[in-house]
Structure formats: C-alpha cells, structure tokens
C-alpha cells in the first residue's frame, strides 16, 4: 500500500495540527490525527443536502454550516435553481484555502459556482444575525452532535444553537444536521426546539453496505402547528 503524502499543513484555533494528505486519488483531512474528512466517504454529505431540500418548502437561500471538501456544497447546487443564493460558513480559512487550492475538482470546483457566497467565521454569529432568512440550513460542523472532537461546537447543537437555526429560518424551513452516529437525545431536543423532527440513518459511501451516518432533519413547525414535539426515526437514507 502506498504512504499517505502530506499536501499542506495548518493549526486549527484549538492548536490542533491540521493535516491535507493524499495517497493515489484519495484525500484526507486529519486534526491531531484523526480523520476529519474524506474523499472515500461523502454520500452521507451529499444526503445531508438531498434530504433537506426535497422537505423545504423553498430552495432559494441555503446555507451551508462546514465546507468540508465540497461535496454537501456540490448536492446543493445540483438541486437549486440558477437564481439560489448558497452561504458557505467555514470557520476555518485553511479549509476555504485547500479547497480552491488542491481539492477544487474533488467536488467539480462548488466555490467557483456565482450562487456561491463564503463567510469564513462562526456559523452560530451568522445564524444570530438573521431573521427567517434561509429556506434552509445544513450543518456539518465536527463529528456532529454526540461525536465532537472540538467541544466548543457542542454550543451549536444545543439548546441556544437551535434557537438560533429556528429564528433564522424562514416559514416552512429546514435544518438538517450531520451526525457520525445516533443521538436519541438530540432527536429529542430537535423536538423541542420547534422542529418535525426524524433521524435518517444513511450509507457513509452513498451505496449499500460500510458504514453509515445519520442525518437529522427537522422541518420547522409554525406557530399555528402548536410546541407538541414531533419526533420520527427513518427507516433507510435515500441515497444521494
């Protein structure tokens, strides 16, 4: 087997070491050495956006909590119309940087797209500075709610997070949340946050078989729909 090639290199906020490696036409992004991303494995990333968009009631503002490599981004331009406006929120520069730099044709070069628009900051200062904006909302911040690697994102998904995803969607909205694992509770607190909420269980590799992720998808209840949680748990993730 051949040995991983270090790209390029990077400290994240925290300190931690942030490594682009490639070996043959495979990348990775490592954080204190543990796998962040991978060009192996985006179905589930690309259903984060398919999900999320076939329940909304509109698809002309997105935004995109986490550039990733691309993909999530790449699923959303596929299925917006040509006059969507798509906000990429990447707190980290070095991840914007790789992507233009080394990893654009990874996902058929997304950050080149005009309906694009990067924000290099906190997702949870973007969200707080809008009022029923977005017709939808997808995050894809660390190893999702339960799995941080960075417990400073766990503010994201929790009670003020939500709320903050809630107000900033417009009627009709949904937010949908990347998960490296179940959480019962999250599906919980989604709940309660105001959201039609279901946890999609979905295929790492976009097929069947390997691993899997879930995907949460809360729709957002109008006043009229009452504060009654509404919780759900999907069957099978529709492959992107």
Known sequence: MKPWLTIAKSTAPDGAE???????DEWVVRAAGHVLMSS????????????ALDRAASRRRVLV????????LRAVLDRVPVEASVEVVELLPTLVQWNREHCSKLAGRPLDDRRVHVVEGDVRARLARVRAHFDVILLDV??????LAHPENDGLYGEVGLALCHGALAE?????VWSAQPDDRFLKRLGM?????TAVPTAARGEEGGPRHVVFVGRKRSELEGHRPELRR???GRQA
């Open 172 to 176: 009709g909205g949904v937010v949908a």
């Open 142 to 147: 660390d190893n999702g709610p339960s799995a």
């Open 65 to 72: 909590g986490g550039l990733g490599l691309g993909y999530t």
């Open 193 to 197: 946050a105001g959201f039609e909420a």
């Open 18 to 24: 942030l490594v682009l490696a490639r070996r043959d």
């Open 40 to 51: 192996r494995q985006h179905g589930s990333e690309e259903a984060l956006a398919k999900l």
């Open 234 to 236: 999907g069957r099978r």
